[in-house]
């Protein structure tokens, strides 16, 4: 089982920049794939980013190099730095965990995003 706690959302203004942090417990050396998902109003859960555990890296296509994924085995932490945001990436973001199986999928409780224009 692996237990997954999100931090550094909040309200930013357009253009402004945050990082999420996401630290997982629990069996993490079964862990693969860390990411991110984000719930925006009236859409579908998208990708935002993820990051394998040789530090291959996916980004959503909305993403278009403003955000950068990372992680830092040794605390078993994934970081998502959010740069020159804009009001639709409002939203919740949700730090997930895929075993190297692929068979489970563990997802935090969200942070919520807001940018003001």
């Known amino acids: 089982q692996v237990h997954l706690v999100e931090s550094g959302g909040g309200l930013v203004q357009a253009g402004g920049s945050l990082r999420l942090s996401c630290t997982g417990s629990g069996t993490i050396f079964n862990i693969n794939v860390v990411g991110w998902y984000r719930q925006t109003p009236g859409n579908e859960r998208e990708l935002v980013a993820s990051?394998?555990?040789?530090?291959?890296?996916t980004y959503g296509e909305f993403v278009e190099g403003r955000f950068t994924i990372s992680r830092d085995n040794f605390r078993n932490t994934v970081y998502l730095q959010m740069n020159s945001l804009r009001p639709d990436d409002t939203g919740v973001y949700y730090c997930?965990?895929?075993?190297?199986?692929?068979?489970?999928?563990?997802r935090g409780q969200g942070t919520q995003v807001t940018v003001s224009s």
């Open positions: 997930y965990a895929v075993t190297i199986s692929g068979a489970v999928e563990y």
């Open positions: 990051i394998n555990r040789g530090g291959s890296t």
